[in-house]
């Protein structure tokens, strides 16, 4: 059940026609942290299209994000999900049909980054991406970005909070480190254990 919220919400940051009001900011901001081919080097964030659930041959792609150039991003999201069977290869192939093979990426977004099954990603080009990392610090500029529309940015911080429990990351570092350090002592060793 997360899966398709956690879907919806980001499909609307990265909507440039989003209730954000931002334009293209968020997604431009996303698509310039992607290691993304030469060939998306003027992708329109502007004018992107963003779908989700949007239906390819066989299945629902999760966030199906392109341009009037014919560039697509496809983001496969699982959270607390298994593999479809040959999910990204079915994926790869309507892309490849819809887009041709140097205008597309396929994304596979997961807490912390997990490839995907051997079945649904072998032989596929693909990138693996994070809440944890890449989402997290993705949303982190989109705050900056949002410094002047302070709804937005309480938001996104608001959503950030939520990705670090659900990333296990909710405790800083400082508070960290000081539990490591405090049940690591010699006498602390057992009731650690």
Not at 9 to 29: D, Q, T, V, Y
Not at 63 to 82: H, S, V
């Amino acid at each position: 059940h997360y899966e398709n919220m956690h879907s919806a919400i980001l499909a609307e940051f990265l909507n440039p026609k989003g209730s954000h009001g931002l334009k293209g900011r968020f997604l431009e901001a996303f698509v310039n942290q992607l290691t993304l081919p030469d060939s998306f080097n003027d992708f329109n964030c502007d004018n992107a299209k963003v779908k989700t659930e949007a239906p390819s041959e066989n299945g629902r792609i999760d966030i199906f994000i392109y341009d009037n150039n014919g560039r697509a991003l496809i983001i496969e999201n699982k959270i607390y999900a298994g593999d479809q069977w040959e999910q990204l290869k079915r994926y790869d192939h309507f892309a490849n049909q819809k887009c041709g093979k140097l205008n597309y990426r396929i994304f596979y977004l997961t807490p912390m980054g997990s490839a995907p099954s051997e079945n649904s990603g072998g032989g596929v080009d693909y990138t693996q991406i994070s809440y944890a990392d890449d989402i997290i610090k993705w949303l982190e500029r989109c705050v900056n970005l949002s410094a002047r529309f302070p709804l937005v940015r309480e938001t996104i911080i608001q959503y950030i909070n939520h990705l670090n429990k659900l990333t296990n990351q909710d405790m800083d570092k400082i508070n960290q480190d000081e539990l490591v350090k405090i049940l690591s002592k010699p006498e602390n060793i057992e009731s650690a254990i």
